[in-house]
């Protein structure tokens, strides 16, 4: 009788162990600004990934389990990374490790990952390093869906070239791996073709009061501006930039959608060439679908934080699903055989730095109106 | 480079000077009267632009009209501040008002979160767009307004501190408490005024530079991390020592940031205050008198 017993409770214990298995959530630790200067940016980074996980457990989850994604903040601060995925790490209850969406954040989470054995996978960082230190000879946990600064800067100084536009380029960035990956990314591809910056300066993240820079920029006259400013920090540069009569366009990763509606329609910034990894306009019905997806839900259109976090979450939901029972290391080689096609076109694999090769879209600003002058492979 | 670049220099570094002035006047004021620093003098900046942004874009208030709503708003905010939290500090420890305006700050900037999410925001009115030019010197005008308001807040301040019996008994109460009260002055209206003052002109240069500056919820600390500086420079809690540290530093930080590489500019003001308390602990213009 008691066997009997017993084997009814080992039963039933097994049955509710393997259910609670089965029905357990897959979880994915997000580190990302939520607050501090560029908390803007970690909504849209919330937004965009909340949404593709949303989409995601309404087609049934994984094998029946669903995705949560758990957000974590980093004030874009790497010391702030490291204590926000130490914490998570130390649970044992993350499948991925997902963003940092700085750059300086996403570096100091590389190595956590890589001993913890969880895959990384960045949406928005766009420091060239981190892919230079990934994948073959490097950190195999970590993975990079953005193109990096110098592929995009790359293909964007060739373009500048061929219009005889790249011998006078003035650079204004914030003193953080965004803005010297910036400079270095322009450095580098100008050196390709025998140039070089006409000055860099940097200026601390957070400081609102540009005057005395962009006076200095104006005195030395040169032919383009790139100001590596991101969120409020871009709003005052650039608005500081037009009533002091700025008059040069810009160049490198300008931030359109930031542009008040004035500047813009104003033709102040007319000229300006840029490279960015995504735009809203972008003509594909994948594209148009999600805007409208996304608007829909947030009342506000995507950017492109927002798309770059939706298709990286959508990537490493796909190798959550193709690697069977969903652990750090089956999605990690699930992510390595990753084929996605991206909504600006082509089918994404990750290279041998664990790095993805998407369009960049190269745009100009023409009467006060955005024209995408192209796309450009990175 | 030609002198209108030398010009422009001196021309920016006055207006941001004078920007510093308008936030760092009112904290020197509360200094010097009740002996708190108002860790959440920021944040009272931050909700003021806030507020000019809401009445601006949304309520369609021009320049004027916002200017005074809002720093009528701050004076009352001021009163409600001190009856409502600083009088239950009165005699008690110097740490506790630190702990108690840097919960605020923290309360009222992840309130200000919660409400109006981090998104920074622009005005967007054609007065953000002008300016006046002089040759190849420009001067937008929302940064000549809020010169004008800076510098008129300092005089009709200056004037209420050293020429009417209200500012004689706030300096009465700042030089000695225990004095002004035997000799009949009532020390909490004083304090009462100086902090509904004070926190009025932190409203000020909400309501004034909101068209000049991106506003959002984390606003706050870029200013106010300079100011504190500034009124350790200008003699902690003399006012006019403030105000005049506030223009040299904008100056000099404008000098340097168009001469240096732009890191240097606030390497300037926090070696400026290091300077200062190793030279003249006092700061450049105190005198031992507050206010």
Redesign the interface.
């Known amino acids: 009788m008691i066997s009997l017993r017993l084997a009814i409770t080992a039963l039933l214990s097994g049955l509710f162990a393997s259910t609670a298995l089965a029905q357990s959530p897959i979880v994915i630790g997000a580190s990302t600004p939520l607050t501090g200067p560029v908390s803007h940016y970690g909504q849209h980074a919330r937004w965009g990934s909340e949404l593709a996980v949303e989409e995601a457990n309404a087609k049934g989850g994984i094998n029946g389990r669903k995705i949560e994604i758990d957000f974590q903040d980093n004030r874009c601060n790497p010391a702030e990374a490291v204590k926000s995925v130490t914490q998570m790490l130390a649970t044992k209850k993350y499948a991925a490790i997902f963003d940092g969406l700085c750059s300086s954040a996403a570096l100091a989470i590389m190595p956590l990952a890589e001993r913890a054995k969880v895959p990384f996978i960045i949406a928005n960082a766009s420091a060239t390093s981190i892919a230079e230190k990934s994948g073959e000879g490097g950190n195999a946990w970590t993975f990079k869906v953005n193109p990096t600064d110098a592929s995009m800067l790359d293909a964007l100084v060739g373009w500048l070239d061929k219009e005889g536009k790249a011998d006078s380029i003035a650079f204004l960035g914030e003193d953080t791996d965004y803005g010297r990956a910036g400079s270095g990314g322009f450095e580098t591809a100008l050196a390709k073709r025998g140039k070089k910056l006409a000055m860099a300066d940097y200026s601390q993240k957070g400081a609102v009061d540009y005057t005395a820079a962009l006076t200095k920029i104006k005195a030395r006259k040169p032919g383009m501006v790139a100001l590596y400013l991101i969120d409020a920090d871009f709003q005052n540069g650039i608005k500081q930039w037009y009533t002091m009569g700025g008059g040069i366009p810009l160049t490198g990763r300008v931030l359109v959608e930031q542009v008040p509606k004035e500047i813009l329609a104003s033709g102040f910034i007319d000229g300006t060439i840029s490279v960015q990894p995504y735009d809203v306009s972008v003509d594909t019905p994948a594209n148009k679908e999600f805007v409208d997806r996304f608007t829909k839900k947030y009342s506000a259109p995507p950017m492109l934080i927002s798309f770059e976090s939706y298709e990286t979450i959508s990537i490493l939901i796909d190798a959550m699903r193709r690697s069977g029972d969903a652990s750090p290391d089956k999605i990690r080689d699930a992510l390595t055989k990753t084929k996605y096609q991206s909504m600006l076109g082509p089918m994404l694999e990750f290279d041998n730095h664990n790095l993805v090769h998407n369009n960049a879209i190269v745009f100009g600003i023409k009467g006060g109106k955005v024209v995408i002058l192209g796309m450009s492979k990175t | 480079?030609?002198l209108s670049?030398y010009a422009?220099?001196l021309l920016?570094?006055i207006?941001?000077g004078v920007?510093y002035a308008l936030v760092a006047m009112g904290l020197s004021l509360i200094f010097g009267v009740l002996e708190i620093v108002n860790f959440a003098h920021g944040e009272f900046y931050m909700l003021a632009s806030m507020l000019a942004y809401f009445l601006t874009a949304h309520w369609s208030f021009d320049y004027w009209t916002t200017i005074v709503v809002v720093t009528a708003v701050g004076l009352a905010v001021g009163y409600v501040l001190f009856e409502g939290l600083l009088l239950a500090l009165r005699g008690e420890a110097f740490e506790r008002s630190i702990l108690l305006t840097m919960g605020l700050s923290m309360v009222l900037q992840?309130g200000a979160?919660f409400l109006f999410?981090?998104?920074?925001r622009?005005i967007?009115t054609p007065l953000?767009?002008?300016?006046v030019?002089l040759g190849e010197v420009?001067l937008?005008v929302?940064?000549l307004y809020a010169l004008i308001l800076g510098v008129a807040a300092f005089a009709a301040l200056y004037l209420i501190l050293h020429h009417t019996r209200l500012g004689k008994a706030m300096r009465g109460v700042a030089q000695n408490r225990a004095a002004a009260m035997m000799v009949g002055i009532d020390t909490r209206v004083v304090s009462r005024l100086a902090v509904a003052i004070g926190i009025g002109l932190s409203g000020l240069a909400g309501a004034a530079l909101a068209p000049?500056?991106?506003v959002?919820p984390?606003?706050g600390?870029?200013?106010v991390f300079k100011a504190f500086a500034i009124i350790i420079i200008g003699g902690l809690g003399n006012v006019s020592g403030a105000a005049i540290a506030a223009v040299m530093l904008g100056v000099i930080?404008?000098?340097?940031?168009?001469?240096l590489?732009?890191?240097m500019?606030?390497a300037v003001a926090f070696i400026a205050m290091i300077a200062v308390l190793l030279l003249r602990p006092q700061g450049l213009f105190g005198r031992g008198v507050r206010v």
């Open positions: 480079m030609d670049f422009q220099l920016n570094g207006v941001i920007i992840n979160v999410t981090t998104t920074p622009m967007e953000s767009y002008q300016n030019q420009r937008p929302a940064r000049i500056y991106s959002h984390l606003m600390f870029a200013f930080e404008s000098f340097a940031g168009g001469l590489p732009l890191a500019t606030d």
